[in-house]
C-alpha cells in the first residue's frame, strides 16, 4: 500500500507539471514540494508518527522551482524550515510576508548560506493519553528536546539520536532550553488552547490512521509529566487498532483496546474508540459506559458527546441524548452533522421549535445534506406544513435519485395539496424504486 501511494502522487505530480507546460507557464511558475512529516518504522520504538520529534518524523523532503530555472541545482545543506516556505513564495510574488510570519525567505539563503535554528513541537501525546507533549530546537550540531526527561544529541557524531547526552553537557542543554522557551514565547500568540473538530473532520482523521481528538487544552499540557518514552508501546497498540478498525477488523481491535486501557486507565481516546467498536457490532449496552467514561474524563471534548449521544440514541434513551448532542453542538457549532442530529432528537421528542432550529442551521452550513433535507421535509410534512415540506423533499429526491422515501414522502405531501395527478405519480415512482430494492 505504501509503495502504491508513492506511485498514486508520483502520478499526480506527472499529470500536473503536463498540465503547466501545456499552458506555457511551467517556465515562469514556482512550485514547492515538501511532505507534511516523516515516517517512523521502529526508530525509537515508534511505529507511524506523531509521537516523537526526531529525524526520522521531522525531517523532510523541501523542493522549489523558481521561475526559469533560477537557482536551478543548487542545495542548502544547512537547516531550512517549513515556516520559510510562505516567506519565500511571498518574496517571488513581490509580497512583503506579514509581521506575523516566522519564517525566512530561502533566496537569499542559497546566496548566503546560514544555518538556522529550527523548532517543532507535538501535542499528540496529550490529546491523545492525558501524556506530556513534547518541543525540540535544532541548533548547530545539536538536537534538543523538552520532555519530563529531557534529551540532547550531538548529530554531528550521532546522527541517528541514539545516545543521550543531556546529563554530560548540562550546560548545553540548559542554553538550548532557555532559547526555545525564548523561541516560544516570540512566536507563540495568545490562544484559546481548544481544538474544535467536529464529526465529519474526525472521520477523516481515522481514515488516515489518526485518533481524533478534541480534548486537551494547553494546561492539561502544562500539568502532563509522563514521558511518552515510557509509553510509546502503548501507543503503538493504540494504533495498531486504529488500522484494525479502519479495516473493518473490529473483532481484532478490541482486545487492543482493551490491553490500552489497562496499560493506561485514564486514556481517554482509548474508551471513546473502544466504545466506537462495541457500537459498530451493535453492543450498545457495552459502549454506554465506555462512552460515558470518555465523557466523564474529557467533558470538554465535543466528539466524545456526540458518540455519546448516538450510542443514546441507539437505545432509544432520547431524553438522556438531547443533552449530549447540545454539547457536541456547542463545542463544533460548525458541525452540520452534529446539528442533524440533534434536530432528529428534538423532532423525536416532539420539540418542534427547536428541532427546526436545528434542521435550519444544518441546511445552512450543507444545503446538499440528504438526511436533513428528507427528515425535515417529513417532519414538516407530519405537521401538516405541506408548501414547506415541498422544497425540502423535491431537494432530497435530487440528491439521491434511487431512494424510494422521498417519492413517498412527496407523494403523501402532494396529496395534502390536493394535487392528485403528481401524488400518483410520486407513489408510482416510490412502489418501483422499493420494488427495485428488493430485486437487485
Do not use: C
Not at 507511524?48 to 523532503?61: C, E, K, S
Not at 544529541?153 to 548545553?172: G, H, I, R, T, W
Not at 516570540?186 to 474544535?196: N, Q, V
Not at 452534529?338 to 427546526?356: M, Q, S
Request: aromatic share 6%; no cysteine; net charge negative.
Amino acid at each position: 500500500p505504501y509503495d502504491g501511494e508513492i506511485a498514486y502522487v508520483d502520478s499526480a505530480m506527472g499529470k500536473l507539471f503536463a498540465g503547466l507546460r501545456a499552458k506555457g507557464i511551467s517556465q515562469n511558475a514556482v512550485i514547492a514540494i515538501m511532505a507534511d512529516h516523516g515516517e517512523a518504522f521502529g526508530e525509537h520504538g515508534e511505529e507511524r508518527h506523531g509521537m516523537f520529534l526526531y529525524d526520522q518524523t521531522i525531517h523532510v523532503p523541501l523542493l522549489i522551482k523558481f521561475p526559469k530555472d533560477r537557482l536551478a541545482g543548487s542545495r542548502v545543506d544547512g537547516k531550512v524550515r517549513l515556516v520559510d516556505v510562505a516567506p519565500t513564495l511571498l518574496q517571488e510574488a513581490g509580497l512583503k510576508p506579514p509581521a506575523a510570519v516566522q519564517g525566512q525567505a530561502l533566496q537569499d539563503m542559497v546566496k548566503s548560506p546560514a544555518d538556522r535554528a529550527a523548532y517543532a513541537e507535538t501535542s499528540y501525546p496529550t490529546r491523545s493519553f492525558g501524556w506530556s507533549g513534547l518541543h525540540s530546537l535544532r541548533s548547530g550540531k545539536y538536537l534538543y528536546i523538552q520532555a519530563p526527561k529531557r534529551e540532547l544529541y550531538d548529530q554531528s557524531a550521532d546522527p541517528s539520536a541514539e545516545k543521550n547526552v543531556a546529563n554530560n553537557l548540562n550546560a548545553v542543554a540548559d542554553t538550548l532550553s532557555s532559547q526555545l522557551k525564548e523561541l516560544q514565547l516570540k512566536t507563540t500568540r495568545a490562544r484559546s488552547g481548544k481544538a474544535t473538530i467536529d464529526p465529519a473532520q474526525a472521520e477523516q482523521l481515522r481514515a488516515l490512521g489518526y485518533l481524533a481528538s478534541d480534548s486537551a487544552s494547553d494546561t492539561d499540557e502544562a500539568n502532563a509529566t509522563t514521558d511518552p518514552k515510557d509509553k510509546i508501546a502503548t501507543a503503538n497498540l493504540l494504533h495498531q487498532a486504529l488500522v484494525d478498525m479502519e479495516m473493518d477488523q473490529v473483532e481484532a481491535a478490541i482486545p487492543k483496546f482493551e490491553q490500552v486501557l489497562k496499560d493506561e486507565p485514564n486514556a481517554h481516546a482509548a474508551y471513546l474508540e473502544l466504545g466506537r467498536a462495541w457500537i459498530r457490532q451493535e453492543q450498545f449496552g457495552k459502549a454506554l459506559p465506555l462512552l460515558q467514561k470518555a465523557v466523564e474524563l474529557s467533558p470538554d471534548s465535543g466528539i466524545a458527546h456526540f458518540e455519546l449521544g448516538l450510542a443514546l440514541v441507539k437505545t432509544g434513551s432520547w431524553e438522556a441524548a438531547a443533552p449530549a448532542f447540545e454539547t457536541a453542538v456547542a463545542k463544533a457549532p460548525r458541525s452540520a452533522e452534529a446539528h442533524f442530529d440533534l434536530g432528529g432528537v428534538y423532532a423525536r421528542l416532539k420539540r418542534i421549535p427547536e428541532a427546526t432550529q436545528e434542521f435550519e442551521t444544518t441546511l445552512k452550513l450543507d444545503p446538499d445534506h440528504y438526511k436533513a433535507n428528507l427528515i425535515y421535509g417529513h417532519m414538516l410534512l407530519l405537521e401538516r406544513k405541506p408548501m414547506a415540506a415541498l422544497p425540502k423533499l423535491q431537494k432530497a429526491a435530487k440528491l439521491q435519485p434511487d431512494a424510494g422515501e422521498p417519492h413517498l414522502y412527496l407523494a403523501q405531501t402532494y396529496s395534502l395539496l390536493g394535487q392528485e395527478q403528481n401524488a400518483r405519480r410520486e407513489g408510482a415512482l416510490a412502489d418501483r424504486m422499493r420494488a427495485n430494492q428488493s430485486h437487485p
